[in-house]
């Protein structure tokens, strides 16, 4: 059933393609050359405004950041309290 959902040509058979065999297939196709030649040419910095990459009006600072992944982190701890406490049994239940 799932078949029909994914190929996009169902009157032939399906054949699986790995990972690798899909990335060399990629990297032969027109697409991926051209992005591949222009990664392949250093960012010129010179052309670059000089306020783009400025942290200085709208920027938050490291500590800031970290704060708020502290807070998003307890957050989802709080929200999977279950789960920690449940965890945190088993560990005191295990025998040395």
């Known amino acids: 059933?799932?078949?029909?959902?994914?190929?996009?040509h169902k009157?032939?058979?399906y054949s699986f393609v790995t990972a690798n065999e899909f990335a060399e297939a990629?990297?032969?196709?027109?697409?991926?050359?051209k992005i591949g030649d222009e990664l392949a040419v250093p960012f010129d910095k010179t052309k670059n405004h000089?306020?783009?990459?400025?942290?200085d009006k709208y920027g938050v600072s490291?500590?800031?950041l970290l704060k708020?992944?502290?807070?998003?982190?307890?957050l989802?701890?709080?929200?999977?309290s279950f789960v920690y406490i449940f965890k945190?049994?088993?560990?005191?239940?295990r025998k040395p």
């Open 76 to 80: 989802l701890m709080k929200s999977n």
């Open 11 to 13: 009157e032939k058979p």
């Open 1 to 8: 059933m799932w078949k029909h959902m994914y190929l996009m």
């Open 26 to 33: 990629f990297k032969s196709f027109h697409v991926a050359r």
């Open 88 to 93: 945190i049994s088993l560990v005191g239940l």
């Open 50 to 55: 000089s306020a783009a990459l400025t942290t």
């Open 62 to 64: 490291k500590k800031d």
């Open 68 to 74: 708020a992944n502290f807070s998003r982190e307890y």
